[in-house]
């Protein structure tokens, strides 16, 4: 019986968080101060809807530096008690940054309800003003954040809470404009509880997206037929079985499989020549680089104790 396996990953530097991390930080300035300018902006006018949203833009700072500060746990090297690292501290991240998301939305929704059966006065001139810094800001940090949305889970959360925010932005210009015209100052409630609504279906795809890592679920884009077709392409392979493949975290799948391979190839090729067409075929086809093989000899299936599919 032998053993091989690859090493793609061994620096845990190449998460897909970490390549983006400059990104992330230039994101978290211009949250912050997209924040401040709207606590103020809220202050000075009155405006439920301008609360909200800078509700909705603190999470989103909260959000960011827990990917960021995850981001950086997860880079430090693989140990001999942790062989992969902290590079699940940015799933870990990823779900903290849900639930906080969530409450903020239940939050939102509350106290646009309670504002839209006892309106108040708004000053709507400082509510547009705000919420036009908002929207300026957002759409800054959307087109910083849009190329690692779909290479990290912490990225796509730090994106998707940025494009909730610019829509939450959008809502507070229009019931601030509605207001200008002369419109029910209600406008400002129903805006902030349109904010709510916009923010609780992010952080359950969020939420999902985390529990299929946590699970140790199929990476997504990967069909366990077809990489076991390829597999048995390679030569000398004469069956696979006991196929796993999950994600460490973003951007690390890994894939583990028994194995069973011909003598006759095995003692003509070798089974190094074996591992490199395997390790080949995963990172080629799959983008898999971290794969685990246990090369088993004809028969052998009927010694193990668990029978595998």
């Not at 190839?265 to 089974?271: D, L, N, R």
């Amino acid at each position: 019986m032998g053993f091989g396996h690859g090493h793609g990953h061994g620096d845990t530097t190449g998460t897909a968080a970490y390549a983006h991390r400059r990104r992330m930080m230039a994101v978290l300035g211009i949250v912050a101060g997209i924040t401040l300018a709207q606590v103020i902006g809220a202050w000075l006018s009155g405006s439920m809807a301008l609360l909200a949203d800078a509700a909705h833009s603190f999470t989103d700072g909260t959000g960011v530096a827990l990917a960021l500060l995850a981001t950086l746990i997860a880079a430090r090297p693989p140990s001999a008690r942790r062989t992969f690292g902290l590079q699940r501290a940015e799933i870990l991240a990823a779900m903290t940054n849900a639930v906080v998301v969530g409450v903020a939305a239940i939050l939102v929704l509350i106290g646009g309800v309670r504002r839209l059966t006892d309106p108040g006065a708004v000053e709507s001139d400082v509510m547009l003003v705000a919420a036009l810094i908002g929207l300026a800001g957002n759409g800054v940090s959307l087109l910083i954040l849009r190329r690692g949305k779909e290479q990290s889970l912490n990225v796509r959360g730090a994106y998707l809470e940025v494009l909730g925010d610019l829509l939450g932005s959008v809502a507070v210009v229009g019931a601030a404009i509605v207001i200008m015209a002369g419109g029910d100052v209600r406008a400002d409630a129903v805006a902030s509880i349109l904010i709510g609504l916009m923010i609780l279906p992010r952080a359950w795809m969020l939420l999902r997206d985390v529990v299929h890592v946590l699970l140790e679920a199929t990476p997504k884009g990967v069909d366990l037929d077809e990489v076991r077709r390829h597999m048995m392409d390679v030569p000398g392979i004469v069956d696979v079985h006991d196929l796993h493949a999950w994600t460490i975290t973003s951007g690390v799948p890994v894939l583990s499989a028994h194995v069973v391979v011909d003598e006759m190839s095995q003692a003509e090729c070798g089974t190094e020549s074996i591992l490199d067409g395997l390790h080949g075929c995963l990172a080629g086809h799959f983008d898999i680089e971290h794969s685990t093989f246990q090369i088993e000899p004809r028969g052998h299936l009927d010694h193990e104790y668990v029978q595998h599919d």
